[in-house]
């Protein structure tokens, strides 16, 4: 079993910049993939950006390409994700999620997720 909490959300101007952090508990964690998702009021929740564990491999939504960056860190059995020129249509809430190697498209573990308030 995995558990995954965010962590490094808050209130920020347009233009600034956020880093959140996804920590796992567990004795072992060595996932697929990890992911960053954001749920906006009153919207589906929607993709954001991947890295395959393994191979660094990474995927951005279109909104968010050039701006955002995701990271992880083995050791610490933590993935990141830096967010620059935040704009006010990045205000959500933010979850980190996970991927097996037996089921790569599948997100099977969730954190609680951290909101992001970005002001105009």
């Known amino acids: 079993q995995v558990q995954l909490v965010e962590s490094g959300g808050g209130l920020v101007q347009a233009g600034d910049s956020l880093r959140l952090s996804c920590a796992a508990s567990?004795?072992?964690?060595?996932?697929?993939?990890v992911g960053w998702f954001r749920q906006a009021p009153g919207k589906e929740r929607e993709f954001v950006a991947r890295i395959n564990w393994g191979s660094f491999s990474t995927y951005y939504a279109d909104s968010v390409r050039g701006r955002f960056t995701i990271s992880r860190d083995n050791a610490e059995k933590k993935a990141y994700l830096q967010m620059s020129s935040l704009k006010p249509e990045d205000t959500a809430v933010y979850y980190c999620?996970?991927?097996?190697?037996?089921?790569?498209?599948?997100?099977?573990?969730w954190g609680q997720g951290t909101q992001v308030t970005v002001s105009s």
């Open positions: 567990g004795r072992t964690f060595s996932p697929y993939a």
């Open positions: 999620a996970t991927a097996t190697a037996s089921r790569p498209g599948k997100w099977d573990y």
